[in-house]
C-alpha cells in the first residue's frame, strides 16, 4: 500500500525556490516510482481554497479505511507513494512560469520525472478522478 505525503513549499521541509531546484527533485533518483504532485495556488485566490478543502479531505478519506467507500478511493491507496508539494505562485514565480501555469489552481503530476497529468479545476468529483489516473 502507497502513502501520501503532502508538503508546503518553504516550509523547513522543503524548499524549491526556482525552476532548476525543481527539474533536480523531480529527476532525483529518490522520487523514482513516486508519484509527485505539484499544486499551484495562491493565498489569495478562492478556488485555490476550495481545492485546498477538497484535497485534505480526500486525503483524509483515502486514509480513513471506511465501510462502503469508493472503488476511487481504494485504488488512490493503493498508488505507490505520493508527495504532493504546495507551491505558493506569488512567491515562487519562477516555477509557475517554468511550468506554464495558465490557470490557478493546478495541479501536475510527474511520475519517474515525467509531466503526465494536469488538474485546473477545484471540483472534489474532478479531483477523484485526476488521484485515480495516477500510476
Request: charged letters at 35%.
Amino acid at each position: 500500500m502507497g502513502s501520501i505525503i503532502y508538503l508546503k513549499n518553504g516550509d523547513g521541509k522543503i524548499e524549491l525556490k526556482n525552476r532548476h531546484e525543481l527539474k533536480t527533485f523531480l529527476s532525483n533518483s529518490e522520487n523514482k516510482n513516486k508519484n509527485i504532485l505539484i499544486k499551484i495556488s495562491a493565498t489569495w485566490c478562492n478556488p485555490c481554497k476550495i481545492l485546498d478543502n477538497n484535497l485534505y479531505k480526500l486525503i483524509h478519506d483515502v486514509l480513513e479505511f471506511k465501510d462502503g467507500e469508493t472503488q476511487i478511493y481504494r485504488n488512490i491507496r493503493e498508488k505507490k507513494q505520493i508527495i504532493i508539494i504546495d507551491i505558493d505562485c506569488d512567491k515562487y514565480g519562477d516555477i509557475d512560469s517554468f511550468l506554464k501555469i495558465k490557470r490557478l489552481p493546478t495541479i501536475i503530476a510527474y511520475y519517474n520525472g515525467e509531466r503526465r497529468n494536469v488538474l485546473d479545476s477545484p471540483k472534489h468529483s474532478d479531483l477523484e478522478k485526476f488521484m485515480s489516473k495516477l500510476d
